[in-house]
């Protein structure tokens, strides 16, 4: 199997996960607005799964860099950079006793994420598929050119 293959699984399994990552953060949200939920139960769940969504990113930026796929990877830098810039910051948690003023803004940017997650995830099968494709077409021009010989 190719690397690029590879690299494209990967791609794909990590990009459905943030997606779904990013939808669990919205609907705690949601369902803290609605009262279903109290505030310290959707910022704790919230939180605990912030950590694990930015080092998924990081690492699928840091694969798409290593493996010298340029638009993939300026595509993520700035979402990579800014999640970078939360972390320092210590900004990248949900604050229990600020949740309700900060919820409007907090659904607004997990939409954001979910709406640049999506486009991620259509770019991500193309390049999935047309790798794919490209991979058998090759393994069936080597197979008709050894049985010539």
């Known amino acids: ?23 669990y953060q919205l609907i705690c949200l949601s369902d803290l607005e609605y009262d279903y939920i109290n505030p310290y139960d959707s910022s704790s769940r919230i939180n605990a799964v912030v950590i694990i969504e930015y080092a998924l990113q990081g690492a699928l930026c840091a694969s798409f860099l290593l493996t010298l796929h340029w638009f993939p990877f300026l595509v993520m830098a700035p979402v990579t950079y800014y999640h970078v810039k939360l972390y320092m910051a210590r ?58 010989i």
Request: hydrophobic share 55%.
């Open 1 to 23: 199997m190719s690397v690029e293959l590879v690299l494209w699984l990967f791609s794909f399994a990590s990009v459905m996960v943030l997606i779904g990552l990013t939808a």
């Open 91 to 148: 900004k990248h948690l949900v604050d229990v006793t600020e949740i309700f003023r900060q919820l409007n803004g907090e659904k607004k940017y997990r939409m954001v994420k979910l709406a640049f997650y999506f486009c991620l995830f259509i770019i991500t099968i193309y390049r999935l598929v047309m790798t794919a494709v490209m991979l058998f077409i090759d393994e069936d021009t080597n197979l008709v050119e050894t049985r010539t």
